[in-house]
């Protein structure tokens, strides 16, 4: 006899392209930290969707706002205006500290939305060479999965196959200031970087490197364009990891939480001349900037802010990463993290972090295994500490020798 979720996963399988392998685990409904499967189980979300749910599922104000909207009007396309489009970007603006914003919908369009401003901006205000912008990226970056971002990828999964490539991009290590000082030409337009690398399994950079990269990207006239679909909006504790070097991007992209998980909604939020490039025709999409997505965007960001789940991300992250490190474990590399973006590094003779994740699902926490050996921990902001004890316990179990 085979059970619902037998029968769902094997149509899954059989219907749909392989390119994700999920736990086995349907969920059919989920309220702030909690998910539940559809036999009932409740699962501990230790993912939040990469991140995008950082406001809990389903909050009760972005749902109020989604479906308060979505009854009255939920796309004009950008070729008429909408009443939410103005008092979105006011609202982005004041909080991020931004002068202009252009709205997209996945993470990846932000990120080709960018490339596209900087080059623009190259060849008109800083006077490289037509087609000779080069664009500095990192090594184990994540940007998303268009042809455009994996031609610049190091993982060998993401662009294996996919070529050819665009040219224009130069590679550097990450956390190697002497590499970047070293990559930069007159033409280069553009330093891009996560300001943690997330994918790559939650990697920080030694301190000082963040400063000495703003005053090289200044000093030389590049735009440094921080990637922060996945570390901004509270997860590691402050509204952009940007604040935690004491500095501050020219390009800020933004994606992920901006929607609480509701509806793709991404931005490049600018600081600088770049976006003053595009002008009418050069760039756009029907879906970005529609009323819906601008009405779920102004709730998302207003209960991050009002309901002080930046503040939780510190504290509860701090209790995380304490408890975490207070594991007795031989299996245990390394614990990393900042705010709610931690990450536990298992020693290789481990067999790898992902049947840590199963039996970490047995007991309830859903959490993702990332390039073999490290295991992410990212739950909603919203966690509490008896929920943040409860997990520790849970990890304890799985992990202590
Ligand atoms: C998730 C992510 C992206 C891509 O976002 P999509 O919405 O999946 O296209 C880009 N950059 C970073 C750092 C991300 O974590």
Known sequence: MTTPTARLIETEYRLGAHNYKPLDVVLSRGEGVHVW??????YLDCLSAYSAVNQGHCHPRILAAMVEQAGKLTLTSRAFRNDQLALFYEEIAALTGSHKVLPMNSGAEAVETAIKAVRKWGYEVKGVPADKAEIIVCANNFHGRTIGIVGFSTDPDARTGFGPFAPGFVTVPFGDIDALRAAITENTVAFLIEPIQGEAGVLIPPAGYFPAVRELCTAHGVTLILDEIQTGLGRTGRLLAEEHEGIEADVTL???????????VSAVLSNSEVLGVLKPGQHG???????????????????LVEEDMIGNSARMGERFMDGLEGIRSNIIKEVRGRGLMLAVELDPAAGGARKYCEALKARGILAKDTHGDTIRIAPPLVIT????????EQFEAVLRD
Not at 37 to 42: F, L, P, Q, S
Not at 285 to 303: D, E, H, Y
Not at 385 to 392: G, H, I, P, S
């Open 285 to 303: 999409s029907t879906f970005g900037g529609n009323p819906l997505a601008c009405a779920i965007a102004r709730a998302a960001l207003k209960v």
């Open 385 to 392: 500490e008896d929920q943040v004890d409860w997990a520790l």
């Open 254 to 264: 933004v994606g992920k939480a901006l929607s609480g998980g509701f509806y793709p």
């Open 37 to 42: 499967d559809i036999e009932g189980n409740r």
